[in-house]
């Protein structure tokens, strides 16, 4: 069997996020990845992020023709091969999406080979049904309380909570004269915010269900380590993202001060940066972006070096990765002993029907088909009416400007 076609088109899908509390209109900006074989068999990857264009650049005009009449079902050798012709010594990137979406596409063609869905490659079922989170937001703490017991209502068992989305709600800044516009927050006063919140959801909706939060790197790293402390009596399910990649070696000091569960990774790129936290078993959790590490293939490596030292998996999620995406990520929660939980954005009826298969949540839990391969496919034509439209990514310029009370800048 040989590869004949790879092919990449940029989508731009109109994407409705259905989260309690928050009614967003936005886009999937995706690049969407065809591999053909000369059996004309067909797998699907799509990435997840929003320069789309700049990846099917990198798909067409490099990766593609790169592995043209190689063997689709040898999945080792095509990954170091475009490991070395897209990222030489390490650099990652969009090239990385690059790559991670023709490694998907490759594992949906390997199902579809076999006759088998993915997850049965990967070592088979070792759960029916995958446990998902999903994040409730308010602009009060009443409001907060009332989306987690939405979510309750609708069967889910893990709920992410923030006040005011990431950074918090601060109703006052003080900032300098002239001071350049950007998502003002207060680090000192989200920190005290989110204990109060904590303190509140916890004593209003009781034990019986597993509540997280994402610090979103907000915070100076004493300040995450003083956070993780003053949580510990809510019985979070993990923090996450409580230190930015650049300030992992504050995890150790984390450890020594809190029981606190930690959840890191959606950021890292490279297993330089994960394997120090690993081997000393300085997090609980890892949710890595399985398109920005590579893909399925890299994913389930990590999956399995985690088993080994008591980590669970908690693959990144958001409304930014795709519906093939997510796919790939279930097909992985399924198929993995040290599964931790699953985060889940709520696909509009729009992505279901552009993306028939797209993974479907009852009652807490998220099920795959049993379909040959990834078992979701795209709609061709419905796709093709939302053309590339950067104007409208779905993440918006402010969001990326971060600034403190001074106006000083802040990782997003
Ligand atoms: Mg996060």
Redesign the pocket.
Known sequence: MKIVRVTATPLNVPLHIKLVGVDRKSTLSSCYVEVETDDGLIGHGLSGITEEDVIAQIVNGVAGPAIIGDDPLAHERIWDKLYWTLMPRGQTGYAAHALAEIDIALWDIKGKVANMPVYDLLGGKARAGAAVYRHADGKSLSEVEENVRKYMEQGLLYIRCQWGGYGGRIDQIKAPENAPEGAYFDPHGYARNTVKLFDHIRNAVGDDIELLH?V?ERLAPIEAVRLSKNLEPYRLFFL??ALSPEAVDWFAVMRQQSATPIAMG?LFTHPQEWLPLIQNRLIDFI?CHISTIGGITPAKKLAHLCEAFGIRTAW?G?GDVSPVGHAANLHIDLSSYNFGVQEWWGPSDLIKEVFPGTPELRGGYLYANDKPGLGIDIDEKLAAQYPPDNANAIRPKLWTTARTPDGGSWRP
Do not use: K, Q, S, V
């Open positions: 994402d979103h996450e993202d959606e949710r990144h958001p």
